[in-house]
């Protein structure tokens, strides 16, 4: 288990307290009238904890505390673990960027775009550019997700079994086929769309390295870093600390959603590097610890400095923000003034976004409201965790930033 506890006074690394104690006054406030079961709130300086707050509950239903170690189903933020993953691999010399992802997944050849009609019958035409790795960690592949309900492609998907999970009896490698036969949202690399482009990656990660992703990610990622609470699932001896899943409604403010949450209790066939981790967030405070010290912690090295520096680089063509390439559909960032790199969301405009912020500042979040940036301008980290779906219910993530960045006084 990874322990996490405040390891520095917050004035010693350029924190007002009373300021930063407006964090923890602001978000009670969501407890307290009901709209959020519970939360925790990690900030760091200078590679250091300094900030480190619960409140509410895991487990509304049975009164039981968010505490320190309470696991929590990341979803999406699974992503910029692959991301690594990946990248590990490119290191090796596994594969280029512009490599086909055909030459890992060979039911990627011969990709077809969608050009027009019903579902059922869609019209298609051959594609001129190969769906390439790069087009994987940018989002750029022309893939997308059942759940947006935007077009006939996403509508495919449900069709398919692929709305907010895999068929349960579908391992990864039969997934990505499956994708690999279904039309294309747009020519790769021309647009941007959020989508199971993460999943594919996980594939790719597996077939280059030989392993299965959770063997990967147990031997090279958690268990240098002493991870030990992430993994695809909850261990049964660690079922009570899971934290319960909830949805708004307009009656009660939340609802418990076992149906859905119970899904973590157990090893999934589908190994989803897209959206299937549970963690705490001790496991990912060394995570981002890792990215922010360029690729190292506690002498341990996944990634060099270069490269973390270069995944973390606006790799959207022509340098464009999302603004530009994004279809508008569901995300975990904001568009205005952002990039995206290789896994992350990067600030390439504070001002156009609006927000609080710094350039160069890296991020993602997960379906059930939680998230995490860092900032290697200000040797900043954040962490926000509660289980609250879909996390554009609410406004936490640009609230927390300007209440964490507003409380640095040096």
């Known amino acids: 288990m990874s322990e996490i506890s405040i390891e520095i006074d917050a004035d010693k690394v350029g924190f007002d307290p009373d300021r930063l104690a407006r964090i923890d006054r602001h978000f009670a406030r969501y407890v307290d009238d009901g709209r959020l079961p519970g939360w925790l709130i990690a900030v760091s300086r200078a590679g250091q904890l300094a900030h480190l707050s619960t409140y509410g509950c895991r487990d509304v239903e049975h009164d039981l505390p968010v505490e320190a170690d309470t696991l929590f189903r990341i979803y999406s933020m699974s992503k910029p673990i692959t991301s690594v993953a990946a990248m590990m691999l490119y290191e090796e010399g596994a594969f280029e960027l512009k490599d086909p992802v055909s030459r890992f997944i060979p039911a990627f050849a011969d990709q077809q775009v969608y050009v027009s009609g019903p579902p059922t019958a869609p019209v298609t035409r051959p594609a001129t550019e190969p769906m390439r790795i790069w087009h994987l960690l940018t989002h750029t592949s022309g893939l997308t997700y059942g759940f947006h309900y935007a077009t006939p492609v996403d509508a495919m998907y449900r069709h398919a079994g692929f709305e907010f999970a895999s068929p349960k009896d579908r391992s990864l490698a039969e997934v990505c086929d499956i994708w690999a036969g279904m039309p294309l949202l747009f020519e790769p690399g021309t647009e941007w769309n959020y989508s199971v482009a993460t999943d594919v990656l996980g594939r790719v990660v597996e077939v280059a390295s030989g392993q299965t992703l959770d063997q990967f990610f147990s031997e090279r990622i958690f268990g240098p870093l002493g991870m030990d609470d992430t993994a695809f699932f909850a261990a049964e ?36 590097g897209g959206g299937r981790l549970v963690s705490s967030a001790g496991d990912y405070h060394r995570f981002t610890q890792m990215l922010l010290r360029g690729g190292e912690l506690d002498g341990v090295r996944l990634l060099g400095r270069a490269t973390v520096d270069y995944m973390t680089q606006n790799h959207l063509p022509g340098g464009a923000e999302l603004e530009q390439m994004a279809r508008p559909t569901f995300s975990e960032t904001s568009f205005s003034g952002m990039g995206f790199g290789l896994g992350f969301s990067v600030v390439e405009n504070p001002a156009e976004n609006k927000v609080l912020s710094s350039p160069g500042e890296f991020a993602w979040g997960g379906a059930a409201s939680t998230a995490f940036w860092v900032d290697p301008r200000e040797d900043l980290t954040a962490l926000f965790f509660t289980q609250l779906l879909p996390s554009s219910t609410y406004n936490i993530r640009p609230q927390l930033k300007q209440l964490v960045y507003q409380a640095l006084v040096d």
Do not use: C, N, Q, V
């Open 237 to 272: 001896a660690d079922h009570h600390r899971l934290a319960a899943l909830y949805i708004p409604t307009p009656e009660s403010g939340i609802a418990r959603m076992d149906a859905m949450g119970s899904a973590a209790l157990k090893p999934p066939t589908t190994l989803s």
